[in-house]
């Protein structure tokens, strides 16, 4: 086998090791969105009588501001994930594989744009959430 070949075949694996990895990220980055989200949803409601309006602010600015970070980080995870993609898809057409190549993505509801939807509902709540603390 051709050296340039085994090298190809050496960054195909490796390819296919970090878009696994990053589509786990991917999982897990969401996973632990929601449960910081939902936490400080639960404790902004249910402790509204017990909380001041400063403690009530301070929630709501942490929970505006965790979404942001976590969006950030979606974007960055994304741009991993294509990046990876992109080269996988390199690599066969020089090693004649069609694992990926062959892969059909939809051009309109794409997974990407439903991220962007679910952080920016959460974005928006937050806000919503935070200037209503002011009116109280």
């Known amino acids: 086998m051709e050296e340039s070949v085994q090298r190809y075949l050496q960054e195909y694996e490796l390819g296919c ?55 950030v980080l979606m974007l960055r995870n994304a741009d991993n994930r294509r990046h990876y993609r992109n080269r996988l898809k390199a690599l066969e057409e020089k090693l004649d594989f069609e694992l990926h190549r062959t892969m059909r993505h939809r ?6 744009i439903a991220m962007h939807a679910v952080y ?17």
């Open 107 to 112: 051009k309109i509801l794409r997974g990407t």
């Open 17 to 71: 090791h970090e878009a696994r990895a990053n589509d786990s990220y991917f999982l897990v980055l969401f996973t632990i969105f929601f449960g910081f989200n939902g936490g400080l949803l639960y404790g902004h409601t249910a402790g509204h009588s017990s909380l001041g309006p400063l403690q009530m602010k301070i929630m709501c600015f942490l929970g505006l501001f965790l979404s942001f970070a976590f969006w």
């Open 120 to 136: 920016f509902a959460a974005i928006a709540l937050w806000i919503m959430l935070f200037l209503s603390a002011f009116r109280v």
